[in-house]
């Protein structure tokens, strides 16, 4: 079992910049497979960025392509999620998650969550 916990979430001006970070413990963050998920009011969760074991494969949603970087330090148990040009609609709860492959964490196929950090990018 592997215990999730992000940070790095704040208030922002529309086009500024997060990174948020997933710290693990419980178990190697090698042997998973790493997510970001967002969730805005009175929307569903969604997957923003998956990546996997090894940082050979990386996934975007098309709304984040070319302003997220997803990446990982396996050797500090963490995973990051850089947040370049940020804009309003980007507003939401971001979770990070865990899983064996990022095509299930994609798919929603997901073992492990955070608690979630709240991300508010004002106009």
């Known amino acids: 079992q592997v215990q999730l916990v992000e940070s790095g979430g704040g208030l922002v001006q529309a086009g500024g910049s997060l990174r948020l970070t997933c710290a693990a413990s419980?178990?190697?963050?090698?042997?998973?497979?790493m997510g970001w998920f967002r969730q805005a009011p009175g929307k569903e969760r969604e997957c923003v960025s998956a990546?996997?074991?090894?940082?050979?494969?990386?996934y975007y949603a098309n709304p984040v392509k070319g302003r997220f970087t997803i990446s990982r330090d396996n050797a500090k148990n963490t995973v990051y999620l850089q947040m370049n040009s940020l804009k309003p609609e980007d507003t939401a709860v971001y979770y990070c998650?865990?899983?064996?492959?990022?095509?299930?964490?994609?798919?929603?196929?997901?073992?492990?969550w955070g608690q979630g950090t709240q991300v508010t990018v004002s106009s």
């Open positions: 998650a865990a899983d064996r492959t990022p095509s299930g964490i994609v798919a929603g196929k997901v073992g492990y």
């Open positions: 990546i996997s074991r090894n940082a050979g494969s990386t």
């Open positions: 419980g178990r190697a963050l090698n042997m998973y497979s």
